[in-house]
């Protein structure tokens, strides 16, 4: 039997591993359009502000690793540029050498991954504007950076990426700073504390306007223009404003997709016979929403990818259960977290919602300083339906990643469809280096009782 993988990144190289397992004898390649396979992406933020020194550290296998641990060729700089379902076979490009060819398969595995969103008048050709997808869009950034003199910098776009790219270009020695976006990834009070930790770092934040276009005043200077008639100068332009499925190549095709993303089933399946999908360019279950969603997240990814070739190799699995959103990120020294719907999401469902923000020590309030734990309180935000008193959201900031991880508590709450009163109950560690003995969980859970009904 013959399986292509197209995309040579966690998902892939998961299914494509779990096959080799079952199958030592079967023909199984693998074909990636870049340089590098099973790296990072999530760490290239911190290769480009020092934190980490070896780019190659991202590197999780390399592709003679894999060829020789696991007896699966991996094809670099291999793009491939199309696939006929009906015949099964792909077309593929040789970027190197121009040379076109054709490999037919019994199975395929499609793990093309996400791409930056981009919007047409945003585009423009100019060496000071960046953006952050892959190693060497990070090389291309860190190697700019170094010895230019680069003053200032517009980081288009306030999601994760950006959140986390303002802090390696401050590290980087460029202090004027200015993000712009419509909110800071949370849609209650909670991004006030990203804001205030933003500005205490000097950063600007601008939030509620939207680019018009983007104009280049000279080699070395370029100027965002507003659709209420503002605008803002820098020497660099970052644009991360969002990621959408790498999907281009399937349209027109048979294979069925919503907003580009491929829809599969609990078994990575697509609607196609021995079509499998799977990571970031797919959709996901989400199991508060009761409905397919695109959330393009690393865990998920690498899920769907073992499952997807499991299945291929004949093995009994268990579905893919979905997801709840979950994801973590930091901001300086302000470690966030959040899982759930939001309230927004709530209503449309029916719910009948309300919620709680509180503040509360991470740690117990005598402990010898760490940091800055003694300047920043943690926050916990609860949404809850008032009347079935099932958890629904929420919400983390906190000083320390220790406090930022609590937020899994509150994803495995959600997974378990918890009440407030069940979350009350829970028997959570208690230490005085760790937590105050009203772990900040606990407290959120005593307050949000008393507003339901």
Known sequence: MKLVVIGG????????SAVR??????????????????????????????????????????????????????????????????????????????????????????????????????????????????????????NFLNGK?????????????????????????????????????????????????????????????????????SDKRLRINFEDGESLEADFIQISIGVVPNTDIFKGTKLKMINGAIIVDEYMRTNIENVFAAGDCTTVYHQILKRKAYIPLAPAANKQGRIAGNVIAGKK???????????????????????????????????????VLVESNEIAHYYPNRGNQFELKMTTYLLFDVKTHHLLGAEIT?????????????ATALAAKMTIEDIQKLDLSYAPPFAPVWDSILIAANVARKKCL
């Open 317 to 355: 699995v268990d579905p893919f259960p979905g997801v709840l959103g979950t994801s973590v990120w930091k901001v300086f020294d302000l470690y966030c977290g959040k899982t759930g719907i939001t309230e927004t999401e709530a209503k449309e469902l029916g719910y009948e919602t309300d919620s």
């Open 9 to 16: 990144n966690p998902a892939g190289l998961s299914a494509a």
């Open 21 to 142: 397992r079952a199958h030592p004898d079967w023909i199984i390649d693998v074909y990636e359009k870049g340089p590098y396979i099973s790296y990072g992406s999530c760490g290239l933020p911190y290769y480009i502000s020092g934190i980490v020194e070896d780019r190659d550290k991202l590197i999780t296998i390399t592709k003679e690793e894999f060829l020789e641990t696991r007896n699966i060729p991996v094809h670099i700089y291999q793009e491939v540029l199309s696939v006929n379902f009906n015949a099964k076979i792909i077309k593929v490009k040789d970027i190197k050498t121009n040379e076109i060819f054709e490999r037919d398969y019994d199975y395929l595995v499609i793990a093309t991954g996400g791409k930056p969103k981009m919007r047409p008048e945003l585009i423009l050709e100019h060496n000071h504007i960046f953006h952050v997808h892959t190693i060497e869009d990070a090389d291309k950034v860190k």
């Open 149 to 217: 003199g680069l003053k200032s910098g517009i980081l288009l776009g306030a999601g994760y990426i950006n959140l986390e790219l303002v802090e390696a270009y401050k590290a980087q020695g460029i202090d004027d700073l200015t993000i712009v976006g419509p909110r800071l990834i949370f849609r209650t009070k909670s991004q006030e504390y990203i804001k205030k930790e933003l500005k205490k770092n000097g950063i600007k934040v601008i939030l509620g306007k939207y680019a018009k276009n983007l104009e280049a005043i």
């Open 398 to 410: 906190a000083p320390s990643p220790l406090g930022g991880k609590k937020i899994d508590v509150l």
